[in-house]
């Protein structure tokens, strides 16, 4: 599996694995909800944001670029952000059926439905060599999952939808302290 070998691979060259990544980005989310609680403040979109899984994707993107095998590394990426971002958007309720804030449930959602199931106006990436046209896949995968993530987000707070780690599309976050450089302790 290429996106399995370059994630352990990159791993140890300082770039996490994309599962771990993504959990984390979750994770982060997560706490923050914890903080700030169900969607009753408009300050509360500030915790939305696709920036976190994006940059998992980008960090992806890396790890295969530096296996053996990039091109088919980042097939197999896409592939999974793809099936991913099936997953998440299965497990949320319609627009129709999600209530709270006007704000909110009838604006933000809905907006966000239609995007993380929209697709791009055109074939952006019509006429690029194998190795363009597969980062802009992967790519594209990669925005298209945080924009699902995104909606996730706000049934999150809205109430309208549970943790990801029971929804199963993401695993639970592993954090372990990080070493000092040279010295052999945590910080």
Known sequence: MALGMAGAASAQ?????????????????????????????????????????????T?????????????ACQAELAARQWALRDA????????????????????????????????????DCAGADAAYAAWCETRAASRKLAEAVSLWQVARLLGAAGPAVEAGWVEAARYAPVMRPGEGESR
């Open 13 to 57: 060259e300082g770039v996490p694995d994309y599962p771990d990544c993504l959990a984390r980005a979750v994770a982060h989310f997560e706490m923050e909800f914890s903080r700030v609680g169900l969607a009753g403040e408009r300050e509360d979109f500030e915790i939305v944001s696709r920036e976190r899984v994006e940059y998992c994707g």
């Open 88 to 123: 998440v958007l299965a497990g949320l309720p319609a627009p129709e059926a999600v209530r709270g804030d006007p704000v909110w449930a009838e604006g933000l959602y809905p907006t966000l439905w239609d995007v993380a199931r929209g697709s791009s106006a055109g074939p």
């Open 59 to 71: 960090l992806a993107i890396v790890a295969c670029d530096r296996s053996g095998a990039p091109l």
